[in-house]
Every structure is written in structure tokens, then in C-alpha cells.
């Protein structure tokens, strides 16, 4: 079993890996700003990642995608939204927050 300073290891190499984001709405992407990327104190082997979506549009729109990308620029993380599960965003909003959540763990497979 990992010990718990290898799952904080863990956590923080991810949290200096992380170094970009997009959006997705129909078939164009959009830079998406990290606003923060906080390791929870309640729940110390737990991560999340507030990403702040502001649109180019004046219309609604539904978030349908959204990628992670490294500091090499290579895909980390590729999060597609189910329909009906989607973030949307109307023209009186100046925009949304995204979280992601990371949740580090060691499991025995069989």
C-alpha cells in the first residue's frame, strides 16, 4: 500500500504538471482559464481544479467537452459531458466555473 506522503507525492507532481485548458462548444475549442488548483484539507489525498469558462458569444451555449493539457502540451485529461449533464451558459452570464476533482487512492486489483 502507498503510504500517505506517496499519495501527496502523487498530488503535487500533478498540480505541477497541469498547465492548460480548453473548452469545447460545438466543434470549436476555447482557452479556459485554471483559476486555482487546491489540494482539499478534509480530504488530504483529494484534488480539484477550478477552471473559469468565459464564452466569445452571445447565445447560450452547452459546454461539452473540456481537456487538461501537460506542460509539454500533450492531452492530460479529456472530460466529455453526457447530454443533459452539461454546463450551460446564457448571454447574461458573464461566464461559469468548471470543477474537476482528482481523488488519489491505492487499490488492490485481483
Known amino acids: 500500500m ?3 506522503s506517496a499519495l501527496q507525492s502523487y498530488l503535487k507532481h500533478t498540480k ?3 498547465s492548460s485548458a480548453k473548452y469545447k462548444i460545438g466543434s470549436t475549442y476555447y482557452e479556459a482559464e485554471i483559476d486555482r488548483i487546491v489540494m482539499l484539507e478534509n480530504a488530504p489525498s483529494t484534488m480539484e481544479i477550478y477552471l473559469v469558462i468565459s464564452p466569445p458569444v452571445n447565445t ?3 459546454i461539452s467537452e473540456v481537456c487538461l493539457y501537460d506542460t509539454s502540451g500533450n492531452l492530460f ?3 466529455v459531458e453526457k447530454e443533459g449533464k452539461r454546463l450551460k451558459i446564457n ?3 458573464e461566464g461559469g466555473i468548471y470543477v474537476l476533482t482528482f481523488e488519489f487512492e491505492d487499490k488492490e486489483v485481483e
Open 2 to 4: 502507498l503510504t500517505e
Open 16 to 18: 505541477r504538471t497541469i
Open 60 to 62: 447560450e451555449v452547452e
Open 77 to 79: 485529461l479529456k472530460n
Open 91 to 93: 448571454p447574461l452570464q
